[in-house]
C-alpha cells in the first residue's frame, strides 16, 4: 500500500510521544511541546474563556468543554493561499511535562508540493502571556519542522492589530511578505486585515 509524503509527516508527529524541549540560556526558561490529550485540550478550552483573547487571535474562543473537535478545528483553520486542506498537527505547551498546558502549537496547511506550513502559537494562559514562552515555542517547532519534516517555508497569518506576535516573529527571522486587507472575519463579522510573514529555511 502506498503512504502519501503527507502522510508520513503527520503520522510521525501525531505519534510522537516525546517532549521537544527549548530553553533560554540567559534565563534558563523552558518550555516543552508535546502531543497532547483530550484531557488537555480540555484544560485549554478552559483558558480561552478570556474575552481579550478574540480580539488577539481573531476567532471565537469560547467553547464547551465537550467541544474539543472544534476547537481544533478553530485553531487549525488557516489563512494562507497556498496552503491546503491537511489533518491539523497540534502540540501542548508545556513548562513541564507533567503539568497541564498553558498553551497550544498547531501546525496546519500543509502544503507537500510547495513545503509550505502554516503555524499559530497562543499562550492561553494569561498569567504567562508577554512572557517570552510563545517565542520559545514558537523557536522549537521551527527547529522541528524544517530538521524532521523537511518543509522550507514556515508561514503566519496574524491580525495587524496583534502587535506583539508580529514582533515575536520578527525577532526569530520571519519577515513580512505581504499585508492582506480585510481577509479576515472576525468573530463580530468585522473584516480585519492580516500580516503575511515566512521564515525560510
Same mark, same amino acid.
Given at each position: 500500500?502506498?503512504?502519501?509524503?503527507?502522510?508520513?509527516?503527520?503520522?510521525?508527529?501525531?505519534?510522537?510521544?516525546?517532549?521537544?524541549?527549548?530553553?533560554?540560556?540567559?534565563?534558563?526558561?523552558?518550555?516543552?511541546?508535546?502531543?497532547?490529550?483530550?484531557?488537555?485540550?480540555?484544560?485549554?478550552?478552559?483558558?480561552?474563556?478570556?474575552?481579550?483573547?478574540?480580539?488577539?487571535?481573531?476567532?471565537?474562543?469560547?467553547?464547551?468543554?465537550? +467541544?474539543?473537535?472544534?476547537?481544533?478545528?478553530?485553531?487549525?483553520?488557516?489563512?494562507?493561499?497556498y496552503s491546503q486542506k491537511s489533518k491539523p498537527m497540534v502540540f501542548g505547551v508545556?513548562?513541564?511535562?507533567?503539568?497541564?498546558?498553558?498553551?497550544?502549537?498547531?501546525?496546519?496547511?500543509?502544503?507537500?508540493?510547495?513545503?509550505?506550513? +502554516?503555524?499559530?502559537v497562543a499562550i492561553l494562559d494569561e498569567k504567562y502571556r508577554n512572557k517570552g $514562552?510563545?517565542?520559545?515555542?514558537?523557536?522549537?517547532?521551527?527547529? $522541528?519542522?524544517?530538521? +524532521?519534516?523537511?518543509?522550507?517555508?514556515?508561514?503566519?497569518?496574524?491580525?495587524?492589530?496583534?502587535?506583539?506576535?508580529?514582533?515575536m516573529c520578527k525577532n526569530l527571522g520571519f519577515v513580512v511578505k505581504e499585508i492582506? $486587507?480585510?481577509?479576515?472575519?472576525?468573530?463580530?463579522?468585522?473584516?480585519?486585515?492580516?500580516?503575511?510573514?515566512?521564515?525560510?529555511?
Open positions: 500500500m502506498l503512504i502519501s509524503a503527507s502522510n508520513l509527516v503527520e503520522n510521525s508527529i501525531m505519534e510522537k510521544k516525546t517532549f521537544l524541549e527549548q530553553e533560554h540560556k540567559a534565563t534558563g526558561f523552558k518550555v516543552f511541546l508535546g502531543s497532547i490529550e483530550d484531557s488537555h485540550v480540555k484544560h485549554l478550552i478552559k483558558l480561552a474563556q478570556d474575552p481579550k483573547l478574540p480580539d488577539l487571535v481573531g476567532w471565537n474562543t469560547f467553547f464547551e468543554l465537550d +467541544e474539543t473537535e472544534k476547537f481544533i478545528d478553530a485553531i487549525s483553520d488557516y489563512a494562507l493561499p508545556y513548562l513541564n511535562p507533567l503539568d497541564l498546558p498553558i498553551g497550544y502549537v498547531a501546525l496546519k496547511g500543509l502544503n507537500m508540493e510547495l513545503l509550505t506550513i +502554516e503555524v499559530g $514562552y510563545g517565542k520559545l515555542a514558537l523557536k522549537r517547532i521551527a527547529k $522541528y519542522t524544517f530538521n +524532521e519534516l523537511q518543509v522550507q517555508t514556515i508561514a503566519a497569518a496574524i491580525l495587524s492589530s496583534n502587535n506583539s506576535s508580529i514582533n492582506m $486587507y480585510n481577509s479576515w472575519t472576525m468573530p463580530n463579522g468585522d473584516l480585519e486585515d492580516m500580516v503575511w510573514m515566512e521564515l525560510t529555511k
